[in-house]
């Protein structure tokens, strides 16, 4: 249980890390004053990546138990992660509540790259599941 605590703390952090890059450089290069008071602030900004991908990580623990359904597994990962993301979201800036067209924005981009890492897990899982059943064949 420690050894899956540690690898969903390290996903997160990675995680997190190459997400705050992508969005500097798309602040870069979308809005230089958008960057600059990014950078004002830099260090509770980059916390507060970094926190959203490890709730977003840590909340994927519930996938090492075998119960409850699956179903419910996800709506558990959902909720967690999408309840810090809009907490740390809000609170350090990156999501607006003065605009309507930036929280679905915000909504919209959370929810892409909750897929994208949830399609990843699959196909790393599923290529596992093939070794295994490659090796057992063998003997």
Known sequence: MIKSI??????????????????IMLMDLSDADGLYAFFDNFTVNALG???????????????????P?????????VF????????VGIYIGIISLESPTWILVSV????????????TD?????REAKAINKKLREE
């Not at 359904?69 to 990962?77: E, G, R, Y």
């Open 6 to 23: 540690i690898k969903h703390l390290i996903y997160g952090l990675a995680g997190g890390s190459l997400l705050l890059v992508i969005y």
């Open 49 to 67: 990546f970094l926190a959203i991908a490890v709730g977003f990580s840590m909340s994927a623990i519930v996938y090492d138990f075998e119960r």
């Open 69 to 77: 359904a699956l179903w419910l597994k996800i709506s558990i990962n």
């Open 80 to 87: 967690v992660g999408f309840g810090i993301f809009f907490i």
């Open 108 to 119: 919209v981009i959370a929810v892409i790259i909750f897929f994208v890492a949830y399609f």
């Open 122 to 126: 699959y196909l790393f899982s599923k």
